[in-house]
């Protein structure tokens, strides 16, 4: 390749990071401007009045806050406390600066795994999300967590196509994640552990050991602050026993199955309000005309490990019927997979309209506009 044309493909790298660059911050500043006028101005739950309490003092088995404990979060909120002087606005501080995250880290992610275009749809509809855009106006954990499963998530795509560099920071992020929130670990484990398996034994226990580190680097000393390993674990066991363990499928108590898909269901469309219909038409109009089977299998099996384990954990074991901040964990796949389905709903219809001229691209720019709109209506 001549010097020239070097010079000519260097230019255009320099001028696609600077666009992505200005993209990033626009989204950033524009999620961030549209929390504020919105936010709480009291603790909102009852975890956030416990959240708040451990500010003060932290202790699990006194619930301050409820088992597992949320170490990082907490004591993120206690560093902007001495500041703010104020446990809401501590945290509602941290939900507002992830909200801005979780968007540009959707926009990564839907670059990653799709392309540029559908990186920034996937982060405009997320702006616009009303589940997204209310839990970043409280003082819960849930949008942090949001943001840790997006990025988590792209940088496990990318190891997953050989991009070793991007092993060792997903082990890091995986592990100060769990800090934030401990199911993060149990539901992006087998995602991470298949994306950097491929890689060899070398770098997968490199990577394990670096994960077990950060780990160690917060629940040491949340159990020394708890008071050790068997009050820890005795605040844990009494948590589930007398608060969630009758939601399991194996006992008798447990709701209706049906019931649970439904709540799901639901959940799903606080978070990607109408374009739960493109979703579902769409995966009908894939398995219908057989289309799901051109999809590559990387592209496939990834999002199964991503969505099947937080999927079969709520459907066996626990899920709160009114609680869909836990649906939020899902909404990033939903998300980024909305712009490809809404295109491809389009060039069904066009082809069941026959004669009827439909320009797809148009039909798409103008659905995903519309998409935004009514999403920002709904929670407005």
Same mark, same amino acid.
């Given at each position: 390749m001549s010097d020239f044309a070097n010079t000519v493909v260097f230019g255009e790298k320099l001028n696609n990071i600077e666009n992505s660059y200005r993209c990033v911050v626009f989204l950033f500043f524009v999620t961030l401007v549209t929390r504020l006028p919105f936010q709480s101005k009291l603790l909102?739950?009852?975890?956030?009045?416990?959240?708040?309490?451990?500010?003060?003092?932290?202790?699990?088995?006194?619930?301050?806050?409820?088992?597992p404990g949320y170490f990082l979060y907490v004591m993120t909120g206690k560093a902007l406390y001495?500041?703010?002087?104020n446990a809401n606005s501590s945290f509602i501080l941290i939900s507002l600066i992830a909200s801005g995250l979780a968007v540009v880290a959707i926009y990564y992610l839907?670059?990653?795994?799709?392309?540029?275009?559908?990186?920034?749809?996937?982060?405009?509809?997320?702006?616009?999300s009303p589940l997204l855009w209310f839990y970043g106006e409280v003082a819960l954990s849930y949008v942090v967590a949001a943001v840790f499963n997006s990025w988590i998530a792209a940088l496990c795509w990318q190891s997953l196509h050989k991009d070793s560099k991007r092993v060792y920071v997903s082990a890091i992020l995986l592990g100060v994640g769990a800090g934030i929130r401990q199911d993060l670990l149990m539901f992006l484990f087998p995602l991470w552990i298949f994306s950097i398996a491929h890689l060899g034994w070398r770098k997968l226990v490199t990577a394990l050991l670096i994960l077990a580190l950060t780990v160690s680097t917060w629940f040491v000393p949340m159990l020394l602050i708890s008071g050790g390993i068997d009050r820890y674990s005795a605040a844990v066991n009494e948590f589930w026993e007398f608060h969630y363990s009758y939601f399991a499928i194996w006992k008798a108590e447990a709701p209706a199955q049906l019931d649970v898909l439904l709540t799901l269901l639901g959940f799903a469309s606080y978070g990607v309000g109408i374009g739960t219909?493109?979703? @579902? %038409?769409?995966?009908? /109009?894939?398995?219908?005309?057989?289309?799901?089977?051109l999809i590559e299998k990387d592209r496939l099996v990834f999002?199964?490990?991503?969505?099947?384990?937080?999927l079969i954990f709520h459907y066996l074991i626990f899920l709160l019927p009114y609680n869909h901040a836990y649906c939020l964990?899902?909404?990033?796949?939903?998300?980024?997979?909305?712009?490809?389905?809404?295109?491809?709903?389009?060039?069904?219809?066009?082809?069941?309209a026959g004669h009827i001229r439909l320009c797809t691209d148009v039909s798409v720019l103008?659905?995903?506009?519309? @998409? %935004?709109?009514?999403? /920002?209506g709904v929670f407005c």
């Open positions: 909102y739950h009852y975890d956030s009045v416990q959240f708040a309490l451990a500010l003060e003092k932290y202790d699990p088995y006194l619930h301050q806050p409820h088992p001495f500041f703010l002087q839907g670059e990653a795994v799709f392309d540029a275009r559908t990186g920034r749809w996937a982060a405009l509809l997320a702006m616009t219909v493109f979703i @579902l %038409f769409g995966l009908y /109009a894939s398995i219908r005309t057989g289309y799901w089977r999002f199964a490990l991503w969505l099947l384990p937080e964990f899902l909404l990033s796949s939903l998300r980024i997979r909305l712009p490809p389905l809404v295109e491809h709903v389009i060039s069904e219809l066009r082809t069941a103008l659905t995903l506009a519309l @998409l %935004f709109a009514i999403n /920002a």
